[in-house]
């Protein structure tokens, strides 16, 4: 990266220097000679925050020494909050330290977002926002908004709240709606999907024109706009990493306290999308579908990690113009959708109101390299195609592969990629007919690459599905003694709180989510948590049956809960008939 580029990146406003080179001369500003490494390439300072940047042309360990001496000579030139950055002007290599290395941090940022890094009220809050989640959502259950509504209602107040233009201090209900209705026809003018008007019924007629919304005296819905504007929207921030991860965190999480028509809905927690992510090497290039994306997450996530990879706006622009696509058949959670990406910055919201399985033509027109999803588990025989269903019994309530002929499906509109999904465990276990079927079908034309079995309470408060993460390489029929990754990832830190739902609050997630990564990229094999093992379609797609058990951690507890959890998938598959 050019040193011009780093300095308009990081802004040049705050690029300070004192000698004629452009450089920082600690010498110079501490007013005595020194030895040594001392004069820093480039130095930007806001507030108390201070970032320096060394550049060379290839940076190597040795480097990092001369980093760390100028990081010495800014704590005792001032009391700053410290970035340090080793860029390469070959190529676009980076590595960051704030107290410690940043492994994952791979672009130059600009200030703000430097300066966000050491704000509590932007990177340490996730628990206050799941606080003000669960306190507005009583709010509006004491307003008598529907359940079915409240979601998609405080997106569209968060999309009015973020125009400069919206006022609603004083105004009657009505005029309020009204200006809210303008803001979503504003957003929504460049929207290239071809269903602008459907999405302005689903958010305005639906939602902002529904009778109990209307309804809601001044002084109330002016109350619910004061709880989001100081309550909520201080702590997010679409233009920054943390504040995109707290904006979905607050998704969600309240999408899983609204009530769902299909109660086994499942709604992806936040770091389990971003670990997926991360295993899909999600960068500025990708282009990504979710053909069943609910809400929205995967996508927003997978926009927040390209764009963060991105070198300069026209690549911020092209991502989210062109490279994010959605495909969601049920209209609330379409709505959902389109206000999240809406709400992140995306820039034209493609995203269609369609079912996967008639959207053959449209996935293959958006050449997609990366596929994340979580499909539906207990679709309707009705709304799968015939040639699908043909071989299934008659009169099922609900599909029989447990949302596997969806992978199976979208797997087969690509022509390369990869494609990540979360099945239940009885999708890898693959004990029906119908199940072992589509197991059968995917690794003709596909590479199993990894299993990772997931926590068994991962979608609390909620569905109480049990999950696992398949990683296929599509189109390469699956050889023979290949050895899949699979991964006993059932522990990730997090623990259950009364009206929060699942919380790191001992902030263990990050060191677990590198060890994950680190053991998948790598394919190495651990006792209790990896193994490798060669399989066909026959054989369990679960870590359990192969790894090797670490006894030196195994408890009581650990064998009750195994015995319960046993138990329970006997009584689900009807196996105790």
Known sequence: MKRIDIIDTIGRKFHESNIESGEWSYAQALGRPLKGHQFLDLRFVKDNVSVLVETKQNFTKKDEKQLFDYISLEKELTNNNIVAILANTKGDKIKVWKDKELIGDTVVKNMKEYVAMFDDSKTNDKEQVMQSTYKLNEILH?????????????????????????????????????????????????????????????????????????????????????????????????????????????????NKYVGKEDKNQAYTPNHIVHFMCKVARIDRNSRVLDPTCGSGSFLVQAMTQAVNDCRNEADKKRVKEEQIYGIEDEPNAFGLATTNMLIHGDGNSNI???????????????????????????????????????????????????????????????????????????????????????????????????????????????SNANACCMVFILNKPHPKKYETFFGYYKDDGLVKKKNLGRVDTRDKWNLIEQEWLNLYNKRMV????????????????????????????????????????????????????
């Open 142 to 254: 004491r307003n008598d908004i529907a359940e079915s509504l409240r979601s998609q209602f405080v997106g569209t107040c968060l999309l009015a709240l973020n125009s400069k233009r919206f006022f609603y201090k004083g105004l009657p209900t009505e005029q309020i709606i009204t200006g809210i209705d303008i803001r979503l026809n504003e957003l929504l003018q460049k929207d290239k999907s071809g269903q602008k008007q459907l999405k302005l019924d689903i958010l305005c007629k639906n939602v902002l024109k529904d009778q109990k919304i209307k309804r809601i005296p001044q002084e109330n819905i002016i109350y619910i706009l004061d709880f989001i504007q100081n309550e909520i929207y201080p702590f997010i921030d679409e233009k920054t990493n943390a504040g995109q991860d707290l904006l979905n965190l607050f998704f969600t999480t309240f």
């Open 352 to 462: 269609v109101n369609e079912n996967c399985f008639k959207s053959s033509d449209w996935i293959k027109k958006a050449k997609i390299d990366t596929i994340l999803m979580n499909p539906p588990y207990n679709a309707k025989p009705v709304n799968i195609p015939k040639e699908i269903s043909r071989d299934w019994k008659k009169d099922l309530k609900e599909e029989p592969t447990k949302g596997f002929c969806f992978v199976n499906f979208v797997a087969n509109q690509m022509e390369s990629g990869i494609l990540l999904c979360l099945l239940p465990l009885a999708c890898a276990i693959g004990s029906s007919k119908e199940i072992k079927e589509e197991k059968r079908k995917i690794l003709e034309n596909n590479t199993l690459e990894a299993v990772f079995t997931l926590p068994p309470d991962m979608f609390h408060p909620g």
């Open 526 to 577: 651990k006792t209790g948590i990896s193994a490798l093992k060669s399989i066909t379609y026959e054989d369990e797609w679960l870590c359990e049956a192969y790894m090797e058990t670490d006894y030196t951690k195994l408890t009581t507890k650990d064998f009750q809960r195994t015995i319960n959890e046993y138990l329970a998938f006997i009584v689900k598959s009807g196996e105790n008939k």
